[in-house]
Every structure is written in structure tokens, then in C-alpha cells.
């Protein structure tokens, strides 16, 4: 078991800057997912950290042990590709034991191992089968299981589930929640996916332009992004957002224009003057078709998805601005009609004209 | 009873399905067809049959039935010719197969490093050869290697390996290694693509993994790229045994229909050619060209065949 730590690790591929000021740290037997949008450079800190990249620069320990130099075998981690990577030319069996052979297992031990691993991952009738006999899901579980055999201290996923249909991923999603509990060891996850990212983490690293946006338990990232782009990267569907402007400054709290209404939030307004433009942003989830809070936005539906257990009503408010409001299923409410949604101003998140949050309770 | 009875019904059943063959299939399949039947089956057969003649000083053939295949493969005037010719054929393919397919596949391991620059540039110039005229390399060849005014003697002697260099093609112990490498140097770009094209179809992260797994870049290749490439190689061999038991052009080209020294460098195809044609003092014999055309159909199609049923059902091709 080992924690990872990074320290000012930079990665460039020739003169591309892919990943800059990278500084993290996962503690021992955490589930740490990174998550991002495609081509931010999750794969890529996934790879370095496995040995597969070499770093431009910065400082990787692995159970505070520095593995820059090291490779990969050498860094007690196990990686499952998002391709699996199975050998095609072996068996399920020996795609498990392929890398006990160089780790010079004794062939008993490694022979007990497979067939342990086989037994958790429910794989033991499909020991002798290659891997194009076997359906997407069991090529998955070997490749988890061709990880578990090694007993590593560190876990490395990238996108797992990405090539599985939507059932199979929650299980398998749950299966590998389970298989972290039983195991114990630290667990580094890569997805594009923000609901696997929630799902599993108990830390997320949101990661934009090769750069770490905000590191957290999932809730804080819901509950405090301290950006708008954790804010609007986090959460379904999209948090909304709406340029305000600051009306007014007091002891504890600013007044703010957007939309057509005024709102008095919370905030420290110090970096703040009067005038200054801001962004307003409320997740769809936290408005409603009515309420006695005191702030509504009027605008006409566009359109209404209806999902069953709720409904996502699109509507356009007389600015022009766009809002997402999560209505009750059963809500009627059509295309054309009027509407009004109403929310706290406790709920809602403001964001200065570089888009970082304003609230004081924040910590990026 | 039952068998014959449903044997006996099954033409009637078939007969409608195939009196409906569609015209337009005939018509557009009768060119292709006609053209092959005309210019490569029918000689093929007709060469079998000759084989199975013998000719006499007037020109008439009479039919000899195996009399012909017993000659070249006891008599002392052919049998001689016949398995220096073969012995040296499979001489002149073992040297392909290890060293322009083993050097083939190690320029294609070289090519697929992914830190290579100017790979293309590199692939280009070993391929360009393949490209060239048998004619002109064997003739360049020649010159080179030429004792008297040849660049090789004084290349090595510059080198100070001069005491190295002797008349490689003309000693009878190395004429044919040296053709055998001349014509190696020619064609190694051909096992180099199809190696090199097999190589970067195996994904990335299959190499990744094994790295992973622990495996040096040794056991990558002989553990994961090699098993999945065998059915490349398998095709490379077949094509290059294929290819060297129908050589001919080089070795007219450097050494005449004679084969020199001493028909040291004689192969089958050399050995055909002055059977059929003739060449200088001996006179040509269209029927023992014909069995010897046959014969060396009868050897490759035993290659081909132990290549189809004991080696390919073994290879399986992998997708990822
Ligand atoms: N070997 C490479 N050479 C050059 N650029 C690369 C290489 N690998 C990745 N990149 C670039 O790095 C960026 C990040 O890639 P990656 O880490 O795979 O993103 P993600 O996994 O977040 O989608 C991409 O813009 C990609 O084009
Ligand atoms: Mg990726």
C-alpha cells in the first residue's frame, strides 16, 4: 500500500505544453478520480505516473519512494486500458499470469493468484477461452483481474467503463466501488465521465487545459466550485450561468443585478467595486416552478424533456440569457408557456470577471 | 437406400437453381475468364502434357508416358544437372529466409521505434532497390565487385581489410552466397513493408500493458509482437519461397544461362532455360523443358501445400 505524491511535474511533447504545475497528493488507499474534458491531459498525468511517460519536469514519489528513474514494473502499480490490451494470442489465464512470469512468481503461487482473481472477478469458467471468445464486460474483468493479480499498491484505471452500453457500466462501475472496499489499495481512476466521477471518488481532480482546477471530495465540488469551470464541468445538467453586475456593497453582503433581478448574497465584497461585472450561476436542480424564496427569473419555455422522474424545462429569459430549470416529473408545463423559476440566493454561485468563485467558504 | 434415393433427387432440386444463373454474371465473368483460361491455364496444362512426350531428331513427339521424369531424375546426363540445380535452389532460398527475412524484420522493428526521425526517408531508400531492374543490379553488382576495376577491393583494402576481398563471383565456392546476397539486398524492402506494415497494427497499448506487466523490450517482442506478426512471417515465407524456386533473371543476368563457375550457381529456372532453349553446344528439348517446368511446378506445389495445410491452420490472425 503507498500514497502518491507529485510535486511540480510539467509534461510537454515537443514544444506542446500538455500538463503544467502539477502538485497532488493521494493518501494511502484512496480512490482518487481525475476528470476532465477530452484531450486535457487526464491519460497523459495517468501515464506518467505508470512509468509509460517520462516528465520535463517534477518529482513523482510512490510509498515515498522517488520513481522517476524507475520502470514501470518496478513501481508496484497495475494499469487497466481503456482498449483492455489484452493478448490476443493468450489465454484468459494467461493474460492474468503473464506478468507474474517476469515478476518471478513461483509457478504455484502465481497459479493460486489467477484462480483467486478469476473467483472474485466470477471469470473461472472463461480461464482457457481467448479474448476475442469473450463479451465486452469479461474482457473488462480480465483486465481488472490481469491488474489484481500483481498486487500492487496502486491501481491505475484510464476510462474503464468508456467501451461498455450504459448497464454494464453501473455494474462494473460498482463492481470496481466494491473491489476498492475489498482491496484497500489506492485507486487513481481516469474519466471524461462526471457522474462515474462522483460516483467513485472520494477525492476528484478536475483537470482543464493540462492545468488542476480543483482538487476535493465530490460534494465539495458540488456543493463549492471555486471556479465556473469546475462549476459547469460538475454536475447534470449544466449549472446555469448569467452575467450580473455589482449594484451594491455591504458589511457582509453584495447586492447583485442579472436578469432583470436583484439579488443580496453573502459574499465578501473587498475585491469588489461597484459596476464590476459578474457571473452568476444556479444549478437547474436548485430552481423551481414555485416557492416562497423571494428571487424568481421569468422567461418563455423553449422546450420540456421529460425524463420521468423529472423534467428539464429550457427556457429564455428576457435578456437573452439561456436557463436549465429540473422540474418534477409530472410538472405541466409546455413548449410556449410562461414560466417562472424561483430560487434562494443561498444557492446561487457568483464568479468574479476571471471567473473564480466569491464566496468566502471556497477553498480552491 | 435412403441415401441414394435423396442423392438421385438432389440434382433435380439444384438443376433450377443453376439453369437460373443470371445472364449478366455469365457476361461479365466470361472475359476474365476467357483471358486466363487462354493465356495461363491452358499452357499450364499443355506443359504437363508435353511432359508426358518425347521427341525425336525428326521433330515428331510420341507419348513416353513417366519416361521423361525417370530421365531427369536418374539418368547421369540429367539427374546430375537436375539435383545440383535444386540442391543449389534451396541454398539460394535458405539464405533469403534467414537473411533478407531476418534483416527484413529487424529494419521493421527499427522503422516502428516511435522515437525514429525520418523514418519514411529510411524506408524509401531500402525499398528503392526492390524497384530497380534485375538487369541494372546485377550488372552494378558486377562492376562492384569487379577484382580489377571493381570499388570493392579497394574499399576494403582502404579500410584495411584488403587482404579479405577475392573474386566472389567468380570462385566456385561463393559465387552463390554472393548472388544469393546480391538478390537479398535487392528484395529485403519487401519483407521490411509487409513486417514493418503488421508491426504498427499492433496497438500501443498492448505494448504498454506489457511494459507494465514488467516484460523487457526483449520479452515484448518475443512474448507479444512476435506471436502476433507469425502470420505475416508465414506469408513472407511462402512468398519468398514462391519467388526464389521461379528465379531466373539474376543469374542470367550476372552469370549466363550456364551458371558459372561450373554451375555453381545453377538453379532451377537457370537449368529450364537451357533445357527448353538450348545454349550453346546443347540443343534445346521442348519436352524435357515441359518436365522440368513440371518438376518445378511439382516442388513449389508441394511448398505451397505443406504451407497451407501444416502451418497456416496453425497461425491464427489476430484483430484488436
Ligand atoms: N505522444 C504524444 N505526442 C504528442 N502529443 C500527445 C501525445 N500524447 C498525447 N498528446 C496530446 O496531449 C494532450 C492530452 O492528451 P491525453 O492525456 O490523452 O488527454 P485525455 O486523456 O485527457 O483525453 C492531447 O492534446 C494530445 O493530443
Ligand atoms: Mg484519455
Redesign the interface.
Given at each position: 500500500m503507498a500514497d502518491v505524491s507529485i510535486h511540480g511535474l510539467a509534461k510537454s511533447f515537443g514544444p506542446v505544453d500538455i500538463l503544467r504545475d502539477i502538485n497532488l497528493t493521494v493518501e494511502d488507499g484512496e480512490f482518487v478520480v481525475f476528470v476532465g474534458p477530452s484531450g486535457c491531459g487526464k491519460s497523459t498525468l495517468l501515464?506518467i505516473i505508470?512509468?509509460?511517460e517520462s516528465v520535463s519536469a517534477g518529482e513523482i514519489r510512490i510509498g515515498g519512494r522517488r520513481v522517476n528513474e524507475l520502470?514501470?514494473?518496478d513501481r508496484k502499480?497495475?494499469?487497466v486500458?481503456?482498449?483492455y490490451?489484452?493478448?490476443?494470442?493468450m489465454s484468459v489465464y494467461k493474460n492474468m499470469a503473464?506478468?507474474l512470469k517476469?515478476?518471478k512468481t513461483d509457478k504455484a503461487e502465481a497459479d493460486r493468484r489467477v484462480r483467486q482473481a478469476a473467483e472474485i472477478l466470477k471469470l473461472s469458467a472463461l480461464l482457457d477461452r481467448k479474448p476475442?471468445e469473450l463479451s465486452g464486460g469479461q474482457r473488462q474483468r480480465v483486465a481488472i483481474g490481469?491488474a489484481i493479480v500483481?498486487k500492487p499498491s496502486v491501481f491505475l484505471f484510464d476510462e474503464p467503463l468508456s467501451n461498455l452500453d450504459a448497464a454494464l457500466r453501473v455494474n462494473t462501475r460498482i463492481e470496481i466501488a466494491k473491489l476498492h472496499q475489498e482491496l484497500g489499495a489506492t485507486m487513481i481512476y481516469v474519466t471524461h465521465d462526471q457522474v462515474e466521477a462522483m460516483t467513485l471518488a472520494s477525492k476528484i481532480v478536475v483537470l482543464n487545459h493540462g492545468r488542476i482546477e480543483q482538487v476535493g471530495a465530490p460534494l465539495d465540488l458540488y456543493r463549492r466550485p471555486c471556479n465556473v469551470f469546475v462549476a459547469g464541468f460538475i454536475g447534470s445538467p449544466r449549472m446555469n450561468f448569467i452575467k450580473g453586475e455589482v449594484r451594491g456593497i455591504s458589511n457582509q453582503s453584495v447586492t447583485i443585478g442579472f436578469a432583470g433581478a436583484e439579488m443580496k448574497v453573502d459574499l465578501s465584497g473587498k475585491d469588489l467595486a461597484v459596476g464590476d461585472m459578474v457571473t452568476v450561476g444556479i444549478r437547474p436542480e436548485h430552481m423551481a416552478e414555485q416557492g416562497a424564496d423571494a428571487i424568481a427569473l421569468e422567461g418563455r419555455v423553449d422546450a420540456v424533456e421529460r425524463l420521468g422522474e423529472a423534467s428539464y424545462v429550457y427556457m429564455k429569459l428576457a435578456s437573452q440569457d439561456d436557463v436549465v430549470v429540473r422540474a418534477p416529473g409530472e410538472a405541466h408545463i409546455a413548449a410556449g408557456d410562461l414560466f417562472k423559476a424561483y430560487f434562494s440566493p443561498r444557492s446561487t454561485h457568483v464568479f468574479d470577471a476571471e471567473g473564480r468563485s466569491l464566496r468566502m467558504d471556497v477553498k480552491p | 437406400m435412403s441415401t441414394t434415393s435423396f442423392e438421385t433427387t438432389a440434382p433435380l432440386v439444384a438443376a433450377p437453381a443453376r439453369s437460373r444463373l443470371p445472364l449478366h454474371i455469365v457476361v461479365f465473368l466470361a472475359p476474365a475468364l476467357l483471358i486466363y483460361s487462354i493465356f495461363s491455364i491452358y499452357p499450364l496444362v499443355d506443359t504437363i502434357r508435353l511432359s508426358f512426350y518425347a521427341g525425336d531428331q525428326t521433330g515428331a513427339q510420341h507419348f513416353a508416358g513417366l519416361d521423361n521424369f525417370r530421365m531427369l531424375l536418374s539418368d547421369p546426363t540429367w539427374s546430375g544437372q537436375f539435383w545440383n540445380a535444386l540442391r543449389n535452389n534451396l541454398f539460394f532460398f535458405g539464405v533469403h529466409m534467414v537473411v533478407q527475412n531476418g534483416i527484413g524484420l529487424g529494419l521493421a522493428m527499427l522503422l516502428s521505434l516511435p522515437r525514429l526521425t525520418g523514418g519514411s526517408v529510411y524506408r524509401t531508400l531500402i525499398f528503392l532497390p526492390t524497384m530497380l531492374s534485375v538487369v541494372i543490379i546485377g550488372f552494378v553488382w558486377q562492376l562492384m565487385l569487379n577484382p580489377l576495376w571493381g570499388i570493392a577491393p579497394s574499399l576494403l583494402k582502404a579500410v584495411g581489410l584488403g587482404s579479405f576481398f577475392g573474386p566472389w563471383l567468380g570462385q566456385e565456392s561463393t559465387a552463390l552466397i554472393t548472388i544469393s546476397l546480391i538478390s537479398v539486398w535487392q528484395f529485403v524492402g519487401i519483407p521490411m513493408m509487409l513486417i514493418y506494415a503488421a508491426l504498427i497494427n499492433i496497438p500501443d497499448d498492448l505494448l504498454d500493458a506489457a511494459t507494465v506487466d514488467g516484460a523487457g523490450p526483449f520479452s515484448v517482442f518475443w512474448f507479444v509482437r512476435l506471436p502476433l506478426i507469425l502470420p505475416t512471417l508465414g506469408v513472407v515465407s511462402i512468398l519468398t519461397f514462391v519467388a526464389n524456386f521461379n528465379a531466373f533473371d539474376l543469374i542470367y543476368a550476372v552469370k549466363g544461362a550456364l551458371a558459372g563457375p561450373n554451375f555453381s550457381t545453377d538453379i532451377l529456372g537457370t537449368f529450364f532455360y537451357r533445357t527448353f532453349f538450348g545454349y550453346q553446344l546443347q540443343v534445346g528439348s521442348p519436352t524435357m523443358g515441359a518436365t522440368v517446368a513440371t518438376a518445378m511446378l511439382i516442388v513449389i506445389l508441394i511448398g505451397v501445400l505443406i504451407y497451407l495445410f501444416g502451418i497456416q491452420r496453425r497461425l491464427q490472425r489476430h484483430t484488436f
Open positions: 501515464r505508470a512509468g509509460l520502470p514501470p514494473a502499480i497495475a494499469m486500458f481503456q482498449s490490451a489484452l493478448y490476443p494470442h503473464f506478468g517476469f515478476a476475442r490481469r500483481r | -
